[in-house]
């Protein structure tokens, strides 16, 4: 180097004459001629990652995805595809834009943005370095801000399709939109990316895949032949996987590796709860591992809330329930819920309503695992039991107060309150509705060793016995009580599910066990000196000799009811037990002598405010009123009584009053009205599960010479 030299590393470059420079530059001081460069150009960008050929029950998605390019969509889509992991929002993504490569000509790029992996989610600036890299740009510009202005510039000239993959925020994905009319753009994420409707993005919800498209998918991997040939342990095997492709796939290789192994060991194996989650893996890919990346983006009471909510008896819970659960009030429940929504590890089934996934929710258990032996888990298990206990407390005391006799022992005290009514048919609404859960409750309490909160909450329970009649729960549940309270050593509580019990089996058609557990309570109430239970023990014994034909047994009965309920000053007591003779005079066609005490009955159920037995006193005056040929009466009483079991009272009366409506029908020689009313009470018992009464009807249609296999709605003109 000379001292005319320039300095080392500072060259000025000249080119004189006829030449052209493209591609790269050359650093190389003065050119002097007709020097040409030319530069390789660079491929078009074709980075999507493999899909299958054919998605396999995705032609409605793939047909919604369309609608997003329509017309009516604009020239510029932003696509935000989520679903829980495991779902195939990737492959779906991927297999779209690739039937679209005719249309964005200039390139298609992909980029996983990493939004669960272990080390963190990726800087949006190493996914844009790539893609301007991708086009030639090199190097790129150190400045966030900067790239995403050139990554704009760049792709306002061309037609292309973006996915991004494993998206974690909005933040994320905003400087890598091209902001172009000629591009289209998927987001892939397991959160729902709400902030990108800001940015006009539509959302595509992805949801499991339907039972038919999983077992194709297995067929397919595993050969249709062996799928058809065990096709109970097949469709184990897919309901094991949940709708889950990701599953299916991994359930499919693990068949496929073991060619002399049926599909029932596998199923077998899927069926054994947490085991599932590690038995679904392949080459280090697992269900378990997707599941705990996206439990690891949770705040620490969203994680917390997760575990809890798996240890919960039924799949389907409410937002009172994560309340409770947490013992925060319903705001502070609903953000924590919604940050397990917000990941995919929650779907929401309606207002205020949610279930776990099948698969997530053996993973959410096994985080409960953790927190159930502290004394801060069982203390949130025991809000929730105490939480329905005082819950349907309450709807009892205004359904039947009556009834609300005996007391509640809580373990807790929620913030969260306890549901309050104050009108019965809300209450019993509730009660409906959250029979399942109820049930799942009271199980739960023996896996909870709560014996007195068992048969305490299947006493609470009474309304819904009384008035909707689900005989199998009914016995259920009384059999659950019967034996908690024994357990606990409580002879009242023992003595009130006998004889509650007792009645759940008669309804159920199981008349000798139900007589054996009125015995029982007889035994038992003589033994404690209670006429009152005395009392309701021969009351149940009359209605068991009543639905054997035994008539003269159950008068019998019931006149001793009221010898012992009219010194102890229980009106409603001695009103219900006229009722019942009146029903017997009734069934010993005895329709004259039984208007008297029914019309007694009625009044005095009527003085006390007693709507439900007071409709029921009417609907039986119809019944005897019909038998005697005084129509007009007749009518008037079951369109009154039918009125209020309408009204919320009764599914199971409604329909014995349209029975009732039926046989006067029959009375007064019209067949066609008659059988009308028949086939509406058979519909209703049917709603109700009530069996043996749904027997009953079919028995009367076929004298008709009607099939009782299908039968129209009831809600025919009044009666």
């Known amino acids: 180097m000379t001292d005319a030299d320039p300095p080392f590393g500072v060259v000025h470059n000249s080119l004189t004459g006829g030449g052209g420079v493209g591609g790269s530059v050359v650093q190389a001081g003065t050119i002097n001629g007709g020097l040409h460069l030319h530069a390789r150009p660079l491929p078009t960008p074709r980075q999507l990652p493999p899909s299958p050929r054919r998605l396999i029950g995705r032609d409605a998605d793939l047909a919604a995805l369309d609608r997003s390019l329509s017309e009516d969509a604009g020239p510029e889509a932003t696509v935000v595809v989520t679903g829980p992991a495991g779902v195939g929002k990737t492959a779906l993504a991927a297999q779209w834009l690739r039937g679209l490569a005719e249309r964005f000509p200039d390139g298609q790029l992909y980029a996983d943005l990493r939004g669960y992996a ?94 038919e498209a999983s077992t194709e998918i297995l067929a397919a991997r595993v050969g249709g032949r062996r799928v058809a040939d065990e096709s109970d342990a097949a469709a184990e095997v897919v309901d094991a996987c949940a709708g889950l492709p990701l599953a299916i796939c991994l359930a499919a290789a693990r068949i496929a590796a073991r060619p002399a192994q049926s599909l029932a060991a596998t199923a077998e194996m899927l069926g054994r709860g947490t085991d599932r989650l590690a038995a679904l893996n392949a080459e280090g890919e697992t269900v378990q591992d997707l599941l705990d990346a996206s439990y690891g983006v949770l705040e620490r009471d969203a994680a917390r809330l997760y575990g809890l909510l798996g240890l919960l008896p039924f799949g389907e819970f409410t937002l009172e329930n994560a309340a409770v659960l947490m013992d925060v009030d319903l705001p502070a429940a609903d953000r924590l819920l919604d940050g397990l929504i917000d990941v995919h590890l929650l779907e929401e089934r309606g207002p205020e309503r949610f279930r776990f996934h099948d698969l997530v929710r053996l993973h959410a258990r096994a985080h409960g695992r953790e927190l159930r032996g502290t004394e801060a888990g069982r203390a949130a298990l025991d809000r929730v039991v105490d939480w329905y206990l005082a819950s349907a407390t309450a709807a009892e005391a205004v359904v039947s107060p009556s009834h609300r006799t005996l007391a509640r022992d809580h373990l807790t005290r929620p913030l969260h309150p306890a549901r309050e009514f104050t009108d019965a048919v809300p209450a019993l609404q509730w009660l409906d509705e959250e029979r399942d859960r109820l049930a799942d409750v009271l199980r739960w309490c023996e896996e909870l060793d709560r014996p007195a909160a068992a048969w305490q909450l299947a006493d609470a329970m009474w309304p819904l016995f009384l008035r909707l009649r689900p005989a199998r729960l009914w016995v259920e549940a009384h059999r659950i009580g019967l034996r908690a309270a024994r357990t606990a050593g409580d002879r009242s509580g023992e003595l009130r599910m006998l004889t509650s019990g007792g009645n759940g089996l008669r309804n159920a058609g199981e008349g000798e066990e139900a007589a054996r557990w009125f015995t029982e309570a007889l035994d038992l109430a003589r033994e404690l000196d209670h006429p009152l239970a005395q009392a309701n023990a021969l009351y149940g014994l009359s209605q068991t000799h009543r639905m054997a034909g035994r008539l003269a047994e159950a008068a019998e009965c019931l006149h001793r009811v009221v010898e012992l309920r009219e010194p102890q000053d229980y009106l409603r007591g001695s009103a219900l037990a006229r009722l019942a003779y009146g029903e017997v005079l009734l069934l010993a066609d005895r329709a004259a002598e039984a208007v008297e005490p029914v019309e007694r009955a009625g009044r005095e159920l009527s003085s006390i405010g007693d709507d439900y037995e007071a409709a029921r006193a009417m609907a039986f005056l119809g019944l005897a009123h019909g038998l005697l040929g005084a129509y007009d009466l007749a009518d008037g009483c079951l369109a009154s009584a039918l009125a209020g079991f309408r009204a919320g009272l009764s599914a199971h009366w409604e329909a014995r009053t349209l029975e009732f409506a039926g046989q006067v029908e029959e009375r007064r020689g019209r067949p066609e009205e008659a059988r009308a009313r028949f086939e509406q009470s058979l519909a209703r018992y049917r709603d109700v599960g009530a069996a043996v009464e749904a027997a009953r009807l079919a028995d009367r249609l076929a004298a008709y010479g009607i099939d009782p296999g299908v039968t129209p709605r009831p809600g025919g003109p009044a009666a």
């Open 118 to 211: 272990p080390g963190g989610p990726a800087d949006p600036a190493e996914a844009l370095g790539a893609f301007l890299r991708a086009f030639g740009i090199s190097p790129v510009p150190r400045s966030l801000a900067e790239g995403a202005a050139l990554w704009r510039s760049l792709a306002a000239e061309r037609r292309i399709a973006v996915l991004l993959d494993n998206a974690s925020t909005a933040a994320q994905v905003r400087p890598l939109l091209p902001g172009s009319d000629g591009s289209v753009v998927v987001v892939t994420s397991r959160r729902r990316l709400t902030g990108l409707g800001m940015d006009g993005a539509v959302f595509r919800p992805l949801a499991p895949l339907a039972a």
